[in-house]
């Protein structure tokens, strides 16, 4: 059987998955944000919200430090510059994604 494998979806169920495992929320989003950064040696361009950084960002339509969830719940991305409504990103993300195995083959 083959599945819809949709690029980034994992990342929010790591997100889950790792509040699941006791980290609070916000060291959650830090993880999947600032500290990525840090490690690259990006923090001085990326990873957090900042005059004169790099304004990538995923607007929502919930607070994820209520419901680590409300990362699900995209009204629209802005990426280099450019505001992607949800029916485009969505247009987007649905073009990239690939079919993949439902069971990794060895």
Do not use: C, W, Y
């Not at 960002?57 to 992607?84: M, Q, S, W, Y």
């Amino acid at each position: 059987m083959k599945r819809k494998v949709s690029p980034g979806g994992s990342l929010h169920n790591e997100l889950m998955l790792l509040v699941e495992a006791g980290f609070t929320r916000l060291e959650v989003l830090r993880a999947a944000t600032r500290n990525p950064a840090v490690f690259l040696g990006l923090a001085g361009s990326l990873g957090t919200v900042e005059v004169g950084k790099t304004a990538n960002l995923v607007v929502l339509d919930g607070n994820p430090l209520e419901d680590i969830h409300n990362t699900k719940r995209r009204v629209a991305v802005i990426a280099e510059g450019r505001l992607l409504d949800r029916k485009m990103f969505d247009g987007m993300i649905g073009t990239a994604a690939v079919t993949a195995p439902s069971k990794p083959t060895q």
